[in-house]
């Protein structure tokens, strides 16, 4: 006989699905971490690593990790290799989004579940589930699903209007997605933002230029001022470094895509490093996991961690659900971290390092670091930090006492206390050092790498060149290349044998720019010392400027 029980249970997106239950205790990437074409877990820090995630019922208490994975959703759901349900105990956006848009606009469903740790808890010992439009079965027990809609939103008369199509058919599909997702989010209402950055302008795989055409076709225009995240080629001189025809003239025109909707060619996953750069309390609409870190952690700009393509559609309304760290009691901390760090520094990998740790420590909370009060971080390794933490965690922010502009906020009343011992920064270095020993390759920019990086390495070279066999590749922002270009440095780091390479960047790049034949990989940053092995097949070793 089944036992029917009614405990929150809300079915976000998609409706009849089946299949075996894969519960992972640990939050998963899905870029970076999926294979897009196959379905099978490539993250080589992963738990499930070499597990399909094709046609299953995948249980995660949130997803982590670049806002990139919305894409790969989409692109496993467009080949047929999609998970068959996801199902999150906690809240999610990221695949949520991607599940919405792949049925939304692709007619692709994806089923979508946020319900509660009870009944997460006992679908993770489940072999099967089944799920309907209105009941969730496994076993002998029945859940009964509650459908978000846009009945759960109030919206003002011009946001009604868009939403009834007064801006054209493309506005109309991006006010939709953006209400079901702020629905999902259990926002209440939207609020304005004053600008956006787009980050599903990497050929990852075939759905994001499918995406990025299909809306484009549709006549859609941001109507924000909009920066685009770093691409797959360098723009300019993609043909004259041999990459193929086939694959360089699709990613310029994914890039020219966004492009034409408005969109200014930044091409750079830094967009903080700007001159324009977001404010305190400007309330604006980022994708990309670092930059967003960044911008709400240390700049005190306030964004959520939008998804791919929701990142175009809040920028086409001008409008984000109004929820989570846009709020003032939305950027809390939800747990202290006491760091035993030591009383000075001579290694800046140290913050990569702590960033990374504190993600494992921090996988769907904000967190609050104490300890560090002594030392000294300049922005880049604030950026370091952030880009690492940003790969093990979903969290959209963090603090650190002594040193971001909001460590001040009194945490939640329920907030967790932690410590972070040396022995967990001495284990998670040796986690994100598994790679050869005899380095070829010395990986800078992941994120895009600052003047002040850039006038670092040309400093510690000296008189010096690299070493026979090695290669240095710096991935570089526009606006920056232009500032090293005019401070007289590009013709010196050629002489130090340093290659400079705008638009695109480590998390993007291919052979030919990827040198082939590489045997040894290192890099100063954790955010692709944890990607690397999932993207090039490599391990790396990880090190501050100076090791490289």
Same mark, same amino acid.
């Given at each position: 006989?089944?036992?029917?029980?009614?405990?929150?249970?809300?079915?976000?997106?998609?409706?009849?699905?089946?299949?075996?239950? *894969?519960?992972?205790?640990?939050?998963?990437?899905?870029?970076?971490?999926?294979?897009?074409?196959?379905?099978?877990?490539? /993250?080589?820090?992963?738990?499930?690593?070499?597990?399909?995630?094709?046609?299953?019922?995948?249980?995660?208490?949130?997803?982590?990790?670049?806002?990139?994975?919305?894409?790969?959703?989409?692109?496993?759901?467009?080949?047929?290799?999609?998970?068959?349900?996801?199902?999150?105990?906690?809240?999610?956006?990221?695949?949520?989004?991607?599940?919405?848009?792949?049925?939304?606009?692709?007619?692709?469903?994806?089923?979508?579940?946020?319900?509660?740790?009870?009944?997460? /808890?006992?679908?993770?010992?489940?072999?099967?589930?089944?799920?309907?439009?209105?009941?969730?079965?496994?076993?002998?027990?029945?859940?009964?699903?509650?459908?978000?809609?846009?009945?759960?939103?109030?919206?003002?008369?011009?946001?009604?209007?868009?939403?009834?199509?007064?801006?054209?058919?493309?506005?109309?599909?991006?006010?939709?997605?953006?209400?079901?997702?702020?629905?999902?989010?259990?926002?209440?209402?939207? *609020?304005?933002?004053?600008?956006?950055?787009?980050?599903?302008?990497?050929?990852?795989?075939?759905?994001?230029?499918?995406?990025?055409?299909?809306?484009?076709?549709?006549?859609?225009?941001?109507?924000?001022?909009?920066?685009?995240?770093?691409?797959?080629?360098?723009?300019?001189?993609?043909?004259?470094?041999?990459?193929?025809?086939?694959?360089?003239?699709?990613?310029?025109?994914?890039?020219?895509?966004?492009?034409?909707?408005?969109?200014?060619?930044?091409?750079?996953?830094?967009?903080?490093?700007?001159?324009?750069?977001?404010?305190?309390?400007?309330?604006?609409?980022?994708?990309?996991?670092?930059?967003?870190?960044?911008?709400?952690?240390?700049?005190?700009?306030?964004?959520?961690?939008?998804?791919?393509?929701?990142?175009?559609?809040?920028?086409?309304?001008?409008?984000?659900?109004?929820?989570?760290?846009?709020?003032?009691?939305?950027?809390?901390?939800?747990?202290?971290?006491?760091?035993?760090?030591?009383?000075?520094?001579?290694?800046?990998?140290?913050?990569?390092?702590?960033?990374?740790?504190?993600?494992?420590?921090?996988?769907?909370?904000?967190?609050?670091?104490?300890?560090?009060?002594?030392?000294?971080?300049?922005?880049?390794?604030?950026?370091?930090?952030?880009?690492?933490?940003?790969?093990?965690?979903?969290?959209?922010?963090?603090?650190?006492?002594?040193?971001?502009?909001?460590?001040?906020?009194?945490?939640?009343?329920?907030?967790?206390?932690?410590?972070?011992?040396?022995?967990?920064?001495?284990?998670?270095?040796?986690?994100?050092?598994?790679?050869?020993?005899?380095?070829?390759?010395?990986?800078?920019?992941?994120?895009?790498?600052?003047?002040?990086?850039?006038?670092?390495?040309?400093?510690?070279?000296? /008189?010096?060149?690299?070493?026979?066999?090695?290669?240095?590749?710096?991935?570089?922002?526009?606006?920056?290349?232009?500032?090293?270009?005019?401070?007289?440095?590009?013709?010196?780091?050629?002489?130090?044998?340093?290659?400079?390479?705008?638009?695109?960047?480590?998390?993007?790049?291919?052979?030919?720019?990827?040198?082939?034949?590489?045997?040894?990989?290192?890099?100063?940053?954790?955010?692709?010392?944890?990607?690397?092995?999932?993207?090039?097949?490599?391990?790396?070793?990880?090190?501050?400027?100076?090791?490289?």
């Amino acid at each position: 006989m089944s036992k029917s029980i009614t405990p929150e249970a809300r079915i976000i997106t998609g409706a009849n699905a089946s299949g075996r239950v *894969l519960p992972s205790a640990e939050g998963l990437s899905f870029w970076g971490g999926v294979d897009p074409e196959t379905g099978l877990i490539i /993250d080589a820090h992963h738990p499930e690593h070499g597990v399909s995630v094709a046609g299953r019922i995948l249980l995660m208490p949130t997803s982590r990790g670049s806002c990139s994975g919305s894409g790969v959703l989409l692109q496993l759901a467009l080949n047929g290799h999609a998970p068959a349900a996801l199902v999150f105990s906690e809240k999610e956006e990221v695949l949520t989004l991607g599940a919405i848009v792949s049925d939304r606009v692709f007619g692709r469903p994806v089923v979508v579940l946020h319900v509660s740790r009870t009944i997460y /808890d006992q679908l993770a010992l489940a072999e099967t589930a089944e799920i309907t439009d209105t009941r969730l079965r496994f076993g002998d027990t029945v859940v009964n699903l509650r459908r978000v809609t846009h009945e759960d939103l109030r919206l003002t008369d011009p946001e009604q209007a868009l939403l009834a199509g007064s801006a054209g058919h493309a506005a109309q599909v991006a006010m939709d997605v953006l209400c079901r997702m702020a629905a999902a989010d259990g926002a209440e209402e939207l *609020l304005e933002i004053t600008r956006g950055h787009i980050d599903g302008c990497i050929l990852a795989h075939d759905a994001n230029l499918i995406f990025a055409e299909k809306i484009a076709d549709l006549g859609a225009r941001v109507s924000v001022p909009t920066t685009i995240n770093a691409i797959s080629v360098d723009r300019e001189n993609w043909k004259s470094q041999g990459v193929p025809e086939s694959f360089g003239a699709r990613a310029s025109r994914l890039a020219d895509a966004y492009v034409r909707m408005g969109a200014r060619p930044t091409f750079t996953c830094a967009p903080y490093l700007l001159d324009d750069a977001p404010k305190a309390g400007e309330l604006i609409g980022w994708s990309e996991s670092n930059a967003v870190l960044y911008a709400n952690s240390v700049l005190g700009a306030r964004t959520a961690k939008h998804p791919d393509y929701l990142d175009l559609f809040i920028a086409i309304c001008g409008r984000a659900p109004a929820s989570g760290v846009y709020t003032e009691n939305g950027r809390r901390p939800e747990i202290v971290i006491d760091v035993a760090a030591p009383d000075t520094l001579n290694d800046e990998s140290f913050w990569p390092v702590i960033g990374w740790q504190t993600g494992l420590m921090a996988p769907d909370r904000i967190p609050l670091l104490t300890g560090l009060e002594q030392l000294r971080p300049t922005t880049d390794d604030l950026k370091a930090f952030c880009a690492a933490f940003a790969t093990t965690s979903g969290a959209p922010m963090l603090h650190i006492a002594g040193h971001t502009p909001e460590a001040h906020l009194h945490p939640r009343s329920d907030a967790s206390r932690a410590s972070m011992s040396r022995q967990d920064i001495a284990g998670a270095w040796y986690d994100l050092n598994q790679g050869e020993r005899d380095i070829d390759l010395v990986a800078i920019g992941s994120p895009h790498a600052s003047l002040d990086e850039v006038q670092g390495i040309a400093a510690l070279f000296g /008189d010096h060149r690299c070493g026979d066999n090695v290669q240095m590749i710096v991935t570089i922002g526009r606006d920056v290349m232009r500032k090293v270009v005019a401070e007289g440095l590009t013709e010196r780091l050629r002489r130090q044998g340093v290659r400079l390479i705008p638009d695109l960047c480590w998390c993007s790049i291919t052979e030919p720019v990827f040198p082939a034949g590489t045997c040894g990989l290192m890099t100063n940053s954790g955010k692709y010392a944890h990607y690397a092995h999932g993207l090039s097949g490599m391990h790396a070793r990880l090190g501050g400027l100076s090791d490289c």
